[in-house]
């Protein structure tokens, strides 16, 4: 029956004359998800033929440009599309950048980008995320929002969490966060890693983040930054459950941030919690905590210095072999301003460094396996790298290190 269809009408698959000339002169270049079969013959001439009805919209964008000679590159037979090309359908992919242009975007199921992934979100973009979902980024981001025009990542609803957003690379990418408004996510284990920041970048060769809120979080971090170099500024971390921010084996600056709890109910994280970093603090706040406005162990160092911790239950902690250099911040209304002693049996106790007189004015209480220690005088004139850091923080806390310090 179809043979003679095709033979007294054109619109069923082929025309008999096409029949001949597939079967005589075509070669089957590919064949598309609708199933419909491309050929081209030796003299260069393509056509199709069409699994159903003879219908040129059938034909998709990829087939339709190489039947037309638009381009001479075959398209790749049953290619998989990814459900990031179903979520973003306006995207952009040029190699291994994926642009997601700026619009309202809903997940409703977990997302993981493929691996070496350099993900562009737009200004305007705002992705509303379902509870539990989480987006994986296999590589690095880059958030390129504004002041007018901010990026926005949030639970669809704020009483039901999101998974995750994070990015997982392998220490040589580069991430780079402006004008993000991200709240409401918490933890999660995705694709054979844990994550437990609302907000988690792992092996990044640097990551940058300015002008960003971080709000509301359940999970144990905020955001969780993991073997990284860091560049924090002009930021806010507020309400999130624990911990504010957590910096695990990074090296880097936090200035000229807000880490704030303002929630009612108790809360039992830090503002910002170090381990095992090196990190530069200035000019942050760090206010209404339950626990400690700066926690700092297992054998970070950490210069402090023109930061106002106020109404914290401990302005900042030291311990487990870690060094903290204060300098030139403001206490206020903390049941104890700094707090200095071993927590876990493997390590010892910590360490700080005041300049003179300054042990008088704070409450600061040491265990017996801690040490303070006392900036020579006049060490500002002699060391002016003190309040100007170079990017190498690693040869500023060695150059720290061979100051004579008195006890």
């Keep these: 029956m179809n043979f003679f269809k095709q033979i007294f009408t054109w ?65 790749v037979p049953n290619q998989k599309k990814y459900y990031w090309e179903k979520v973003f359908p306006q995207a952009d992919k040029d190699g291994n950048e994926i642009i997601i242009p700026k619009g309202n975007y809903y997940l409703s199921e977990d997302l993981i980008f493929p691996r070496d992934s350099k993900v ?67 933890e999660k284990w995705m694709n054979g890693s844990y994550f437990s920041g609302a907000f988690a970048l792992h092996y990044q060769k640097e990551v940058i983040i300015e002008n960003s809120e971080f709000i509301g979080g359940k999970a144990d971090d905020g955001v969780n930054i993991k073997f990284s170099n860091i560049n924090l500024k002009n930021n806010i971390f507020k309400n999130n459950f624990a911990d504010q921010i957590d910096l695990d084996y990074c090296t880097g600056f936090v200035r000229d941030s807000s880490f704030l709890y303002e929630a009612k109910g108790d809360n039992n994280g830090d503002g910002l919690d170090i381990s095992g970093s090196q990190i530069y603090a200035s000019g942050n706040l760090f206010r209404n905590f339950k626990d400690k406005g700066i926690s700092v162990g297992e054998k970070s160092h950490i210069f402090i210095t023109k930061n106002n911790f106020k109404q914290n239950e401990v302005g900042s902690a030291v311990k487990d072999f870690s060094n903290a250099y204060y300098w030139n911040n403001y206490f206020s209304k903390n049941i104890r301003d700094v707090q200095v002693y071993q927590k876990k049996k493997i390590y010892g106790g910590g360490r700080i460094f005041l300049k003179k007189g300054e042990r008088e004015s704070l409450m600061a209480s040491l265990d017996k396996r801690s040490k303070v220690f006392f900036f020579p005088e006049g060490i500002e004139k002699k060391a002016p790298w003190l309040l100007n850091p170079s990017e190498s923080l690693t040869q500023f806390f060695n150059q720290l290190e061979g100051i004579e310090f008195n006890e």
Excluded: C
């Design 120 to 186: 562009f979100l737009n200004a305007g973009t705002k992705i509303s995320i379902a509870k539990d979902v989480g987006v994986l980024i296999q590589g690095s981001l880059i958030v390129e929002g504004t002041k007018e025009q901010p990026v926005i990542i949030k639970a669809i609803k704020l009483n039901e969490a999101f998974g995750t957003f994070a990015v997982l690379g392998s220490g040589k990418e580069t991430s780079s966060i402006k004008y993000l408004r991200l709240s409401y996510g918490n």
């Design 11 to 75: 619109w069923n698959r082929q025309t008999i004359g096409t029949m001949i000339l597939t079967i005589f002169s075509g070669k089957l270049k590919g064949i598309d998800e609708f199933g419909n079969k491309y050929y081209e013959s030796r003299s260069g001439k393509r056509w199709v033929i069409y699994k159903d009805v003879v219908e040129a919209s059938n034909i998709p964008p990829n087939w339709y440009s190489w039947i037309h000679f638009t381009s001479n590159k075959l398209p």
